[in-house]
């Protein structure tokens, strides 16, 4: 089953393969905001348990 289907968020490297290990990208534009969506969710579930 394809994570799509599970509806999770993907860890960052696979949700943006085209972002390098150490580019700029994680700290500015859409690999920035991804890992800011990541750590909402991450807040939300440690809230339901």
Do not use: T
Request: hydrophobic fraction near 40%; avoid cysteine; charge should be neutral.
């Amino acid at each position: 089953m394809a994570l799509q289907d599970k509806k999770i968020m993907p860890p960052p490297w696979l949700a943006h393969r085209e972002i390098e290990r150490y580019s700029i990208g994680w700290r500015m534009g859409h690999g920035e905001d991804y890992i800011y969506r990541d750590r909402v969710a991450l807040v939300q579930m440690r809230e339901m348990e």
